[in-house]
């Protein structure tokens, strides 16, 4: 009998330790992300997948709403605690945190070939670029488009490529006709602002970041000008309606005919709004000097500068880039493939909404349809469109009229924060 209680405690004991050590084995790795509820649930079964096929691996997961995410990271990277993977945006964000130490500089796993970008465009790469050093690694690619509901506008002409003048008088026509109202014009912000300076053959800042891209107030004043036009002859989105309904459901439940958004979202967007969507190349300029368009990284992987796994947290992105398991999954709600082997594998499985989205690339990529990406953006480059978009609002709600005076000091205001 004591041979026995000897023999189980001997038992015990090794199968503790056992327990110890399997429990050490196991690696955390902190991910967060921004997106809708779709994008929430298809990365929890991606990440699920990955643990599965990654024994030893655990994601602590966190993400929020574009809206929130940006407030939840600054919270995170002044605490000290960054999470081991976090879901990046290119221009002045990426830039941010790059410019503060907080990411992981990839160039030394692409080396190792712990990191195979092999069939990756160096374009679509250079993207992730901060200063000359490899910060973000592309998730997809993709571009802004206007999207509209066929169905609601059937009898009426949506050219895929139009003039600003083409655009106000279909706006004008549909609001005439059955009290809709658009989303884009009335409702400017950052991306439509850069677009509408892009249309002007310029960029919104400098190469280097010192500077506006551009020394002429009447290329805001005239924007400024079409805000309030929308708005006053009523075939712009009111201002208190724009604020009462979601962005991913703006069409039916904002009674508005199209909204701004990029290709990856058109999952979210049908989703939100209940019904299949059409998508468009954005409104050019009537002077346009080249297109507005371009393609951009949907998003980018970056890993913490201060990560206690960082190989770990590198072999996941890795993973994402090279197989197809997490698209078939997510789909190109982070944008279409940049691996070219994993698209072509998975083209001939894909679903209405990625034929739709692969084919107004496909026309994006036409010859003058779209034009080189703008330089990452300073990191001050938030605060001036957050300037941008209260002067917007202002005359949203007819706050401003002198819309050349406002132009003036917003540019100054701009090129303050630039100069530091």
Request: with cysteine; charged share 20%; hydrophobic share 40%.
């Amino acid at each position: 009998m004591k041979k026995l209680a000897i023999l189980l405690l001997a038992l015990a004991i090794v199968l503790s330790a056992c327990s110890i050590a399997v429990a050490e084995e196991e690696t955390v790795l902190k991910i967060t992300w921004w997106g809708s509820q779709t994008r929430h649930d298809s990365t929890t079964q991606m990440l699920k997948l990955y643990e599965e096929t990654h024994p030893g691996i655990k994601f602590d997961m966190d993400y929020a709403t574009w809206g929130d995410y940006w407030d939840v990271m600054a919270a995170k990277l002044s605490g000290n605690t960054m999470p081991d993977i976090m879901q990046n945006a290119y221009g002045s964000y990426i830039t941010q945190y790059a410019e503060r130490g907080a990411l992981l500089d990839f160039a030394p796993y692409i080396e190792s070939g712990a990191l195979d970008l092999s069939n990756c465009s160096d374009a679509i790469i250079s993207s992730g670029l901060v200063n000359g050093t490899l910060y973000g690694i592309p998730t997809g690619t993709n571009a802004l488009t206007l999207m509209y509901d066929a169905n609601r506008l059937e009898g009426y002409e949506v050219p895929t490529f139009m003039t600003y003048s083409e655009y106000i008088d279909l706006a004008k026509q549909l609001y005439e006709d059955k009290g809709y109202t658009e989303n884009f014009i009335s409702t400017s912000g950052q991306n439509q602002v850069r677009l509408w300076v892009r249309n002007h053959g310029v960029n919104f800042f400098s190469d280097d970041g010192t500077t506006l891209g551009f020394d002429d107030p009447q290329i805001i004043a005239d924007l400024f000008e079409l805000i309030g036009q929308s708005i006053n002859e009523g075939w712009g989105l009111n201002p208190e309606k724009s604020v009462a309904v979601d962005d991913f459901s703006v069409i039916t439940a904002g009674d508005s005919w199209c909204t701004l958004h990029w290709t990856n979202e058109l999952n979210a967007c049908e989703t939100g709004n209940g019904t299949p969507l059409t998508m468009v190349a954005i409104p050019a300029a009537d002077d346009a000097v080249q297109a507005a368009t371009y393609f951009q990284p949907s998003m980018l992987w970056s890993v913490s500068s201060t990560s206690e796994v960082k190989d770990e947290a590198v072999e996941f992105i890795n993973w994402f880039t090279n197989e197809v398991a997490g698209f078939e999954i997510c789909g190109t709600d982070r944008g279409m493939p940049i691996n070219t082997e994993v698209l072509a594998q998975l083209a001939p499985s894909f679903n209405e909404q990625n034929q739709k989205i692969a084919a107004i690339l496909t026309e994006f990529s036409g010859e003058g349809c779209s034009s080189p990406i703008y330089p990452a953006e300073p990191a001050v480059a938030t605060e001036i469109y957050d300037i941008y978009q209260d002067y917007a609002n202002k005359i949203r709600y007819g706050q401003i009229t002198d819309y050349l005076g406002a132009a003036t000091e917003f540019m100054e205001r701009a090129q303050a924060l630039l100069d530091g």
